[in-house]
């Protein structure tokens, strides 16, 4: 029996990741930490099993509040998802990204550090008592933009480009470094765009779906070209519970299954699958520091843990537009929040 403390489990990939180890695991109870933001959301997490979970509502850098949870709750794994996750947003107002994602990241860690350690070894490194895990969600945004060619592999250098990337490359690298010095048992994951059910329309897709359903023009950056290698959010899911049961500690692994696509071509489809014309593209002005090219290699999960994704983009793109469709009662009740304002700031001047 694992209790997980599943942070963010209110937002997109989150919400997705506590149904999929519902799903998975009958012998698990999990707690849900989030502070609900504007993009946590509880009806992410209707009709799931609710003899197996608690939500909590708090924020992951309140250490005392932390600690607590930590004595309640006696948690074997922690999966950290919460964060700031908007790199627009990150360019109007950085430092709540630092807060959460970094000084929040640290709380977690050196709480678990301290609950899970049993003594010390001969050289003065903590030991931790048997079959607990940190699994530090981080992104493929740290190692900043590629060209023409190539791929990012666990060995290409950090270089992250956005406020939004610096915090999860510095929350990266603390966890690393509690690893490192602390021997805390952890493993850190990055992954690709993810598209799915229940992603807030800030986000590229469902804001796509949303304006072409409401004949609003379709705004997009730059020329549209840029390249993002995207993946449906399950196989995310399924690739983080794989390295947090079976990985070795300590190793990073990159998560992606060869899907690039430029933005424009999926602004296209999405026209295309909705019945609605062209000419509804806006192209405005480019996001500041707007990373061209993203792409995995992700060889080494493959090699190591046999993980392989098993929604191919033609079938998930459907299934994602369809359920946007179908669930208009969530869209409008995410839509009827601080939503409007937001979009009327980030794209009035554009
Ligand atoms: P999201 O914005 O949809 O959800 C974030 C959740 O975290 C929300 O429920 C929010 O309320 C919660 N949260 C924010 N600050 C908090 C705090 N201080 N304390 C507690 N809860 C807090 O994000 P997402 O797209 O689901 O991303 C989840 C994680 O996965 C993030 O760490 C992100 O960096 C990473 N990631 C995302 C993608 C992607 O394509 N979306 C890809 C790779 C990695
Ligand atoms: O690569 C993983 C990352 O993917 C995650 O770490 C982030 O949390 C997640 O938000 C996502 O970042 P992106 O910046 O790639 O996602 P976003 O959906 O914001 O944008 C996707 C691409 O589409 C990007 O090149 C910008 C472009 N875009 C986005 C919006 C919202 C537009 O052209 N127009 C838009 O209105």
């Not at 999929?20 to 209707?46: C, F, P, Q």
């Not at 986000?203 to 840029?226: F, R, S």
Request: net charge negative.
């Amino acid at each position: 029996m694992k209790t997980y403390l599943v942070t963010g489990g209110a937002g997109f990939i989150g919400s997705n990741y506590i149904r999929y180890i519902l799903k998975k695991h009958d012998d698990i109870k999990v707690v849900n930490l989030d502070n609900l933001t504007y993009a946590g959301n509880l009806e992410n997490l209707s009709g799931i099993d609710e003899s197996r979970y608690v939500f909590e509502k708090g924020d992951i850098a309140d250490l005392p509040l932390v600690q607590d949870l930590f004595q309640t709750y006696d948690f074997d794994f922690v999966v950290n998802f919460a964060a700031e996750s908007h790199v627009d947003r990150s360019i109007e107002d950085p430092e709540v990204f630092l807060r959460t994602n970094v000084m929040g990241t640290q709380a977690l860690l050196d709480t678990a550090k301290n609950a899970w350690q049993s003594g010390k070894d001969q050289d003065g490194y903590p030991t931790y008592r048997d079959g607990v895990k940190f699994l530090q969600v981080s992104t493929d945004e740290v190692y900043g933009a590629l060209g023409r060619e190539g791929y990012f592999t666990e060995e290409t250098p950090l270089a992250p480009n956005s406020p939004y990337s610096a915090s999860k490359a510095a929350a990266d690298m603390i966890a690393r470094a509690y690893n490192k010095t602390f021997k805390l048992p952890l493993n850190i994951t990055r992954c690709s765009n993810n598209y799915g059910p229940y992603q807030f329309p800030e986000k590229l897709i469902p804001l796509m779906v949303n304006n072409a359903k409401t004949d609003k023009e379709l705004p997009v950056y730059g020329d549209g070209k840029q390249v993002r290698d995207w993946l449906y959010v399950d196989d995310h899911c399924a690739a983080i519970d794989l390295v947090l049961w079976k990985a070795k500690s300590g190793e990073v692994y990159n998560i992606g299954g060869h899907n690039e696509m430029e933005n424009i071509q999926i602004v296209s489809l999405i026209l295309e699958r909705l019945d609605k014309p062209e000419t509804l593209i806006k192209h405005v002005r480019d996001r500041q520091g707007h990373d061209r090219r993203y792409a995995i290699d992700p060889a080494k999960i493959k090699r190591d843990l046999g993980w392989e994704p098993t929604v191919m983009f033609k079938e998930g793109i459907g299934l994602t537009i369809d359920w946007y469709l179908a669930n208009a009662a969530w869209m409008n009740s995410v839509l009827s929040g601080e939503y409007q304002n937001y979009y009327d700031n980030m794209y009035k001047d554009r």
